[in-house]
């Protein structure tokens, strides 16, 4: 028996589908009573649905504005044959049905075209309808429709749960959350939105209409993070942030290798490097960093160590970074792992070429996991495939954890905070007795001798 909820803010509804294992999303939602609607017609609130430790958010539809670019592409394309090159995947048959629904519409600028301020398409030309069909794309034209949204699954997460170790700490000014792996803060594209921190917290925990984020953590790194209520503690714990001398910033990590006992300072700088984008937009700036590296224990059996990692910056992929270029890469790290494409230490920013080859190298292993991947399933409404991504299970995700963070001010000690995350599952299953306990209690930055 598979429970599906669909929760709204305000109210919740429960559905019991009979299900067999293993049986596809796609195939349960087609069990759904018809007086539930299978496609959301509208993004708020979202409906939920819950499968195998998965939060999935039902598709619905959205507003979406699409700058047009004829850039390698022939110029004598319409605007169907151009929506099919762009959106691979998507049959025509749903594009001609928002075309006839008046759900599909072009805006064309009338004089020279000008940069656009917010939505004001007051001086273009709104063409819809059966001309669509036949009328010829051209750049600088903007494609309007109501998008059918598919937003990728998280891991369940849910702070009114008192049996988990989500929630740290809360008081009428702060928030303190265990963040679960594979869910990122804000949201992202289309990939997330209502299955981002931000939104679960904000609307489905708090009710409220916004939350200040303090620190970031990357979608695949889970532990601390502070979040504020209101903007005044937003700005106390952004100085307390800032002021590197009285803060505390402690990660755990699982490293390839046996790391030795002595400790490790690395002060090499981080480089950007952005794969998904163009050279120019891919490659930016270096950053100083240094971040101190103790091992807590060698486990001989798996080869790893866990490492306690002490950050004196907070800089993008800073430990993931520093541990490559030291030789002992993040078990799971899909970036910098192992034998990934940026497993090569790295010191200064790649030039163009070397940028391009590792894009390509990039884009080749994007294609070959698609083509791993088993099809979940298929959109009735306008054919999006969704493939179950074999990475996105617990025992592939990358071992960093935010483990502690805390401030001591040596002139008021009203300004003291201090906050640990549970040791994860994955450290303690290779902790001997009694050693996470201790390092419960340590949260030292060690002293190189």
């Known amino acids: 028996m598979f429970k599906c909820v669909i929760r709204y803010i305000s109210t919740t509804t429960i559905i019991h589908v009979e299900s067999k294992p293993n049986e596809s999303i796609s195939s349960i939602v087609s069990k759904i009573p018809i007086t539930v609607e299978r496609i959301s017609p509208k993004s708020k609130p979202p409906i939920y649905q819950y499968k195998d430790g998965y939060q999935y958010v039902t598709p619905y539809k959205k507003l979406m504005y699409n700058n047009v670019s004829l850039k390698g592409i022939p110029q004598q394309l319409t605007v169907l044959q151009y929506l099919n090159k762009i959106f691979i995947g998507r049959n025509e048959t749903f594009f001609k049905d928002q075309i006839l629904n008046n759900e599909l519409w072009i805006y064309r600028p009338r004089k020279r075209f000008k940069k656009i301020e917010g939505k004001d398409f007051s001086k273009h030309q709104k063409i819809k309808g059966t001309t669509l069909l036949t009328t010829k794309i051209k750049t600088n034209d903007i494609i309007a429709n ?17 049996e988990n170790d989500n929630l740290i700490f809360e008081d009428n000014n702060l928030l303190v959350i265990n963040k679960p792996v594979g869910i990122p803060i804000h949201p992202s594209g289309m990939a997330y939105n209502y299955n981002s921190i931000e939104y679960m917290i904000t609307k489905n925990y708090l009710q ?48 390839e290798g046996n790391f030795g006992d002595q400790i490790r300072i690395e002060t090499n700088p981080i480089i950007e490097i952005d794969l998904s984008k163009p050279f120019n937009k891919g490659v930016g700036k270096e950053f100083n960093a240094k971040t101190v590296f103790k091992n807590v224990y060698y486990d001989s059996v798996s080869n790893t160590s866990l490492i306690s990692c002490f950050l004196q910056n907070g800089r993008k992929h800073q430990i993931r970074q520093h541990l490559k270029n030291l030789g002992y890469p993040i078990i799971n790290d899909p970036l910098y792992g192992k034998d990934k494409i940026l497993s090569m230490p790295i010191y200064s920013p790649p030039n163009r070429e070397e940028f391009q080859r590792l894009r390509e190298l990039y884009e080749n292993q994007l294609n070959e996991r698609v083509d791993n991947w088993e099809m979940e399933n298929v959109c009735t409404n306008c054919s999006h495939v969704t493939y179950n991504n074999q990475l996105n299970v617990e025992d592939n995700y990358m071992r960093l954890f935010s483990f502690h963070y805390s401030y001591k001010d040596e002139h008021d000690g009203r300004n003291n905070w201090s906050f640990t995350a549970p040791i994860p599952p994955w450290a303690k299953s290779i902790l001997p007795e009694g050693k996470a306990d201790s390092l419960m209690k340590d949260h030292q930055v060690p002293i190189k001798e």
């Open 146 to 162: 109501f998008a059918c949204i598919h937003e990728l699954k998280v891991p369940i997460f849910d702070l009114n749960d008192k």
């Open 208 to 255: 409220k209409d916004k939350i200040w984020i303090i620190h970031r953590l990357d979608k695949d790194t889970s532990g601390v993070l502070i979040l504020a209520k209101n903007s005044e503690t937003c700005s106390k714990f952004n100085k307390f942030i800032e002021n590197r001398n009285g803060l505390t910033k402690q990660y755990l990590a699982l490293v």
